[in-house]
T-cell receptor
C-alpha cells in the first residue's frame, strides 16, 4: 500500500526550532516529488513547496521562501520540513503529499497524502 | 483572499446533483490543469480529479470535472451523506509561480 506516514503532534514555544518528517512506503520515494501543504485552523490549503528526493531539487512557494526548509533523505525514504525559529502564526496542520507534474506543463496534483502533523506554537 | 474563487457553501438533497465552481484567470486556470480535492471532516485531503477531468483509481464516476476558459467545475451526482466535506480546486499560477488553491467549498447534504 502506498502511504506517507507523518511524525506526531508537536507543541513548541515561539523561537524554538522544529523538524517534522514524512516517511514514504509502498513506492520509490526518490522517483516522485513530495509537497508540503499548510492548513491553518479553520482555513484552506496553502502549498509550501516541493522536493525531488532523488537529487534534492527543491522549489519553494514565494510565500514560504526563507521561512522554512524542505529536505529529504532518500536512503530512509523520508522528507522533512523544518523551522529554525517558530512563530505563533506557524500554528497549523502540515500535510505532506506525493506530487506529480503534468507532463510538459507547470501543473501539479497531489495524489497521496499523509494524515498531517499538527503543530501548536504558544508561549 | 484566494486567487481562485469558490462559493463558500453549496447544499443539495441526497440523490441530487451539485456543482462547485472555481473561477480563476488567464494566468492560472486559463493556461494550466486543474485538480480537485475532497477533505472530509478531520481528515487529510484526497485527490478527486486531476488534469481537469481525470479520476484517480477508486474514485467513483459520480464525481466529474470540467474546465472552460478560466473556470473549472466539479460535479457530484447521486449525493450521499458521506459526501459532506470541504472541496478545493487547485492549479498552477504562471504569474505567482506558485501552486494555488481555491478557498474551499463546504458541501452540505440536506
Amino acid at each position: 500500500e502506498v502511504q506517507l506516514v507523518q511524525s506526531g503532534a508537536e507543541v513548541k514555544k515561539p523561537g524554538e526550532s522544529l523538524r517534522i518528517s514524512c516517511k514514504a512506503s509502498g513506492y520509490r520515494l526518490s522517483s516522485h516529488w513530495i509537497a508540503w501543504v499548510r492548513q491553518m485552523p479553520g482555513k484552506g490549503l496553502e502549498w509550501m513547496g516541493i522536493i525531488y528526493p532523488d537529487d534534492s531539487d527543491t522549489r519553494y512557494s514565494p510565500s514560504f521562501q526563507g521561512l522554512v526548509t524542505i529536505s529529504a533523505d532518500k536512503s530512509i525514504t523520508t522528507a522533512y520540513l523544518q523551522w529554525s525559529s517558530l512563530r505563533a502564526s506557524d500554528t497549523a496542520m502540515y500535510y505532506c503529499a506525493r506530487a506529480t507534474a503534468v507532463a510538459g506543463t507547470s501543473s501539479w496534483y497531489m495524489d497521496v497524502w499523509g494524515r498531517g502533523t499538527p503543530i501548536t506554537v504558544s508561549s | 483572499q484566494s486567487v481562485l474563487t469558490q462559493p463558500p457553501s453549496v447544499s443539495a438533497a441526497p440523490g441530487q446533483k451539485v456543482t462547485i465552481s472555481c473561477s480563476g484567470s488567464s494566468s492560472n486556470i486559463g493556461k494550466n490543469y486543474v485538480s480537485w480535492y475532497q477533505q472530509l471532516p478531520g481528515t487529510a485531503p484526497k485527490l478527486l480529479i486531476y488534469d481537469n477531468t481525470k479520476r484517480p483509481s477508486g474514485i467513483p464516476d459520480r464525481f466529474s470535472g470540467s474546465k472552460s476558459g478560466t473556470s473549472a467545475t466539479l460535479g457530484i451526482t447521486g449525493l450521499q451523506a458521506g459526501d459532506e466535506a470541504d472541496y478545493y480546486c487547485g492549479t498552477w499560477d504562471n504569474s505567482l509561480s506558485d501552486v494555488i488553491f481555491g478557498g474551499g467549498t463546504k458541501l452540505t447534504v440536506l
